[in-house]
C-alpha cells in the first residue's frame, strides 16, 4: 500500500513557474515508479510526465517536454514537477501516481496508487 500526498498547487500567473511535490508513504516507495497526470475541467486525464524508480530517465509528454522537469529524492521519498512558463492552458487538478512496472507508464490504468490531486490555476 502506497499513499500520496500532493502540494504546491495554487495559483500562478502567466509565465511564472511551479513546483509541485508529491510525498508517499511507506518503506516501498522506492520500488514504484511515479507519474504526473492532469484534468482539466470537463476534459481526460492526461499525461504529464513520469520518472523511474531509481531517479533517471524521466520521460515527458510531447505537449510538455520542453518546459517540465520531473525529478525524484529518495530520502525524502518525494517526487517533484516543476514547469515553467506556465500558461492558462495548463489549469487543471494535477495527480501523482504510483506503479510498480519497470517500463514507462503514460496511460491512468497502468498506475496503482493515486494521490487526492492538487488544483493549479493559471490566471493573470
Known amino acids: 500500500q502506497v499513499n500520496l500526498i500532493e502540494s504546491g498547487g495554487g495559483l500562478v500567473q502567466p509565465g511564472d513557474s511551479l513546483k509541485l511535490s508529491c510525498v508517499g508513504s511507506g518503506p516501498t516507495f522506492s520500488r514504484y515508479a511515479v507519474g504526473w497526470f492532469r484534468q482539466a475541467p470537463g476534459g481526460e486525464r492526461e499525461f504529464v510526465g513520469t520518472?523511474?524508480?531509481?531517479?533517471?530517465?524521466?520521460y515527458y509528454a510531447d505537449a510538455v517536454r520542453s518546459r517540465t522537469t520531473i525529478s525524484r529524492d529518495s530520502d525524502a521519498n518525494a517526487v517533484y514537477l516543476q514547469m515553467n512558463d506556465m500558461r492558462p492552458e495548463d489549469t487543471a487538478l494535477y495527480y501523482c501516481?504510483?506503479?510498480?512496472?519497470?517500463?514507462?507508464?503514460?496511460?491512468?490504468?497502468?498506475?496503482?496508487?493515486w494521490g487526492q490531486g492538487i488544483q493549479v490555476t493559471v490566471s493573470s
Open positions: 520518472i523511474s524508480q531509481s531517479g533517471t530517465a524521466p
Open positions: 501516481a504510483a506503479r510498480r512496472s519497470v517500463l514507462i507508464g503514460t496511460r491512468p490504468h497502468e498506475y496503482e496508487y
